[in-house]
């Protein structure tokens, strides 16, 4: 058996939680594969995501020519850094949900 235990005040979203109480319920197994398959949706994206990343990292590494406008590149590059910040920023939750999911 496993037991959830994220809090949360430590993902600091608890004014979102005012008042669902803190008993412990067992999940029902529809709503278990309802959240499973948001998950492997969650995966399926990260997937394309992945394709996605390799197909244009090979085009800035190839001999093609490329130019861009100074605005363009800048604007680029900004992209670039927020989805590096927003995948760091998911592996960071997701490994606090991993570790908040414990054997019993």
Do not use: V
Not at 4 to 23: F, V
Not at 42 to 60: M, V
Not at 72 to 93: C, G, H, P, R
Request: aromatic share 6%.
């Amino acid at each position: 058996m496993y037991e959830i235990i994220a809090t949360p005040e430590e993902y600091q979203i608890d004014h979102l939680i005012n008042g669902t109480g803190n008993a412990n319920i067992e999940i029902s197994k529809e709503e278990r594969d309802n959240w499973a398959g948001e998950i492997i949706n969650f995966s399926e994206k990260l997937t394309e995501f992945a394709k996605k990343s390799k197909r244009l990292g090979n085009l800035l590494s190839s001999n093609e020519s490329i130019s861009a406008a100074p605005a363009s590149l800048k604007t680029f590059k900004i992209q670039l850094f927020m989805i590096n910040d927003s995948l760091t920023k998911a592996i960071e939750i997701a490994d606090k949900l991993e570790s908040d999911i414990i054997k019993k």
